[in-house]
């Protein structure tokens, strides 16, 4: 039964995420994207709202891997963290690309889990944890990342997507 609840709203919190993604693709221009013919990194992918902060296709990125390392540890029980830098990944397409991948592949494991295995103890971390409970941190992590998007954007004077929230 949490399961199941748990699943739904990761599945949710994926559709909902992707539009952030799309927004940031949204606010590139094309005349930003190519100079002589050649792709050159998004301006807002490597934008920096905040002193010391990191630019906003990091943190999209890293908020990317980090859905694929706890999927990936969970369906493979191999917890390698996974690379991300704005060389490998320099457009917002090649980002919203990357999590549409991603996103995929989550789905595909979660279609598959059952009860049982979310009851399943990992002992990879600083606690023993059960895969429900792994999940759960996925999500949190992930909406954390999500939020600190929605004040980089309107730092930079974006308007953050609109989330239907229940309430």
């Given amino acids: 039964m949490i399961g199941y609840f748990l699943k739904e709203a990761i599945y949710r919190h994926l559709t909902e995420t992707r539009v952030y993604i799309s927004k940031l693709a949204d606010s590139t221009t094309l005349e930003e994207l190519v100079e002589e013919n050649v792709i050159q990194p998004d301006l807002m992918v490597l934008k920096i709202p905040v002193k010391d902060g990191r630019p906003l296709g990091e943190i999209i990125l890293h908020m990317i891997r980090s859905i694929e390392f706890y999927t990936t540890g969970l369906a493979t029980n191999k917890w390698?963290?996974?690379?991300?830098?704005?060389?490998?990944?320099?457009?917002?397409?090649?980002?919203?690309?990357?999590?549409?991948?991603v996103a995929e592949k989550t789905k595909k494991y979660l279609d598959n889990i059952t009860e049982e295995m979310l009851n399943e103890q990992v002992d990879e971390f600083n606690r023993i944890a059960t895969k429900k409970e792994i999940l759960l941190e996925m999500l949190e992590h992930s909406v954390h990342h999500r939020g600190q998007l929605s004040v980089y954007f309107r730092l930079l004077e974006i308007e953050p997507p609109s989330i239907n929230y229940i309430i």
């Fill in 80 to 101: 390698a963290p996974l690379s991300y830098n704005l060389t490998e990944f320099s457009t917002s397409q090649e980002i919203l690309n990357l999590f549409d991948s």
